[in-house]
């Protein structure tokens, strides 16, 4: 017997007869004598019409109303998973965050978790009663809903398994586990049928979707076993776990990359101490996050070029700010550039601790394919470089197989 969380995303639960096919899955586990929690994402499409709709009433966003409204996707896919699962009898009954709870903090739209009490929840697994959870919300300490950012519900299911000490997290999702690279640019990416915490980690954050970065994180810090598979087939998934549990450890294990990038260039700007400080110091204070950065060395020791990427979300609230920067605070440079039609392409692997050579490949590949690289950046396991959006499938796949990651 085993304590299971099991995660379905949009697609798996896209329609009705999406859903039975959730119920039987789910019913098949608790008949081998499994405890289960499900939790379930929105039917697909259905929280970006949300999302759409709070655009289209008022253009005051208040936050807490935009989670009011935004979390009723899930709600409806937790009563309809319930109500199939009964239907094949299935003792089963859906709980909402604020039921549990599942305490977040007050960040409307892009919420924490601090804390679940799955006490209810557990005495109910003695009864062979199985919860059915909605993702993606919670509930703040002013006792308002929340939602937790988008893709969010890999973070409800994570979150779920640690606090009620489950033996395994499966996210059932649309592809058949985590892939060297989105499967759906590059035909021949390969199943990993491992991946490390760490690495997963840095692939999410640098955009292969399929795990929300923060669902990750929680899973590293709260030693979750995560499974990610695919609901549509019966292939085994991947598996996330410590580096030590992999035995041959490949050079780079995967490619990611995010087209919700943008990059901001400021010619001619003063090269004096406090610039840095008088442009970025602004933007933290305005919550505009700032990825990549790159600084010329002036050869005057008078002015100089500087660029780095915000998300295109922000990057009109970063245009406006940092030439509020140059008004007020006397900021000077001569010109302002901005680019919206770039992509962040990144390689990953934890082997790149001990090889040498990894990066010179990266460039090496995308200059014999005439591609330009813009800006670049590293950590220990990564590298990255910003490119032409245009560019995107091309480069992916040069890299995929510069890298022997194609499947034969
Ligand atoms: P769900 O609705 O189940 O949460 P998502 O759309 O959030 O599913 O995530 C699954 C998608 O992630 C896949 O359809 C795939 O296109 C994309 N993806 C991006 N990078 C990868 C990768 N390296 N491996 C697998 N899938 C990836
Ligand atoms: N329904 C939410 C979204 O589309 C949360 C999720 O599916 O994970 O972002
Ligand atoms: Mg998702």
Known sequence: MARLVMKFGGTSVADINRIKEVARRVKAEADAGNQIAVVVSAMAGTTNQLVQWTGEIATIQDAREYDTVVSTGEQITAGLLSLALQDLGVSARSWMGWQLPIQTDGAHGSARILKIDGDEVTKRFGDGQVAVLPGFQGVSPENRLTTLGRGGSDTSAVALAAALGADRCDIYTDVEGVFTCDPRIVAKARKLDKITYEEMLEMASQGAKVLQTRSVEMA?????????????????????????????????????????????????????????????????????????????????????????????????????????????????????????????????????RSHAGVALRMFRTLAENSINIQVISTSEIKVSVLIAEKYTELALRALHTAYDLDAE
């Open 220 to 352: 590293m810090n709260h030693g979750v076993r995560v499974q990610v598979l695919s609901s549509f087939s019966n292939a085994p998934g991947t598996l996330v776990v410590d580096e030590e549990e992999i035995v041959e450890q490949e050079v780079v294990s995967g490619i990611a990359y995010s087209r919700d990038e943008a990059k901001i260039t400021l010619l001619g700007v003063e090269d004096r101490p406090g610039v840095a400080a008088g442009i970025f110091g602004p933007l933290a204070d305005a919550s505009i996050n700032v990825d990549m950065i790159v600084q010329n060395i002036s050869e005057d020791e008078r002015r100089t070029d500087l660029t780095f990427t915000v998300t295109e979300a922000d990057l009109s609230r970063a245009v406006e700010v940092v030439e509020k920067a140059r008004a007020a605070d006397g900021i000077g440079y001569e010109t302002l550039l901005s680019d919206a039609d770039v992509v962040k392409v990144s390689v990953i692997g934890v082997g790149m």
